[in-house]
C-alpha cells in the first residue's frame, strides 16, 4: 500500500480506538478518595518508563533522526517528571518518600522493551503511545477544572500536552519514510494497535481494583 494511503489508515484505526478509550476514562466515576494529588502520583513512573524507553531504544538506534528524536523525548519525558513532582510539592506531598518504580515495570514498558525493529517502536512508542497521552491528558484535565485546580490544568494543559503532541506528530512523519513495505507496515501496524490493546487491559485493570479512571498519561 502506498505509504500516505497506509498512515491515514491507521489514523482511522487509531483514532477510533482512542475514541472508545477516552470515553471510558472519561465515563468512569473516579474513587471518591482519589484526587489530584494521587494521580499526579500514578504519573509519575508514566513519565519515568517513558524516559526511560526512549533512552534504550535511542543507545542502539543507528538512524539518526530516530535517535534524534528519542533524545528529545527522552529528555521531555524527564522534564515532565520534575513538573509533575514540583506541582505535588506544591500540592503538599513529600516526594521524597514516593518511589514510582517500587511495584516494577508496567506491562506497557515490557511490551515496548520487547520491540526490536526501528518502525515497530516509532509506530508504538511515538505514534500511538503518544496519542494515546493526549487522550488520557484532555480527561485528566477536564478533572481537574472540575475540582477547581486550575495549576494543575494549565500544566498539562500548556506544557505537558503540546509535548506529546509533537512526540506524536513526528513519529507520524518518520513512518512515512519507514514503513514503505507490505512488511513494514504489517509490523507498524500490529505494534500500534497491541499498544493501545495493552493501554485498554490496563486501563480496566487499574479502575476496578484502584477505582482510577482518569489519570493521566499512559
Not at 102 to 112: A, E, Q
Amino acid at each position: 500500500m502506498e505509504t500516505n494511503s497506509f498512515l491515514q489508515d491507521l489514523d482511522s484505526l487509531v483514532e477510533a480506538k482512542l475514541g472508545r478509550i477516552g470515553a471510558a476514562s472519561a465515563g468512569a466515576a473516579p474513587d471518591p478518595n482519589i484526587g489530584v494529588r494521587e494521580l499526579l502520583t500514578t504519573a509519575l513512573k508514566k513519565e519515568l518508563e517513558a524516559s526511560e524507553e526512549a533512552a534504550l531504544w535511542m543507545v542502539g538506534e543507528s538512524d539518526v533522526e530516530v535517535k534524534l528524536a528519542l533524545a528529545r523525548q527522552c529528555g521531555d519525558e524527564a522534564k515532565h517528571y520534575r513538573l509533575i513532582e514540583a506541582r505535588l510539592k506544591e500540592l503538599g506531598v513529600n516526594t521524597s518518600a514516593l518511589a514510582p518504580l517500587s511495584d516494577g515495570y508496567s506491562p506497557m514498558f515490557k511490551f515496548l522493551k520487547s520491540l526490536e525493529t526501528t518502525v515497530e517502536r516509532v509506530a508504538a512508542g511515538q505514534y500511538a503511545r503518544e496519542a494515546l497521552a493526549k487522550v488520557y491528558n484532555n480527561v485528566f484535565i477536564e478533572f481537574c477544572v472540575s475540582k477547581g485546580d486550575e495549576a494543575t490544568a494549565a500544566l498539562y494543559r500548556d506544557v505537558i500536552q503540546p509535548d506529546e503532541g509533537h512526540h506524536h506528530e513526528l513519529g507520524r512523519k518518520l513512518l512515512i519514510r519507514l514503513a514503505t513495505t507490505a512488511d513494514d507496515q504489517q509490523k507498524a501496524r500490529k505494534a500500534a494497535e497491541r499498544t493501545l490493546e495493552i493501554a485498554e487491559e490496563i486501563q480496566e485493570m487499574v479502575r476496578l481494583k484502584k477505582g482510577i479512571s482518569c489519570a493521566p498519561g499512559c
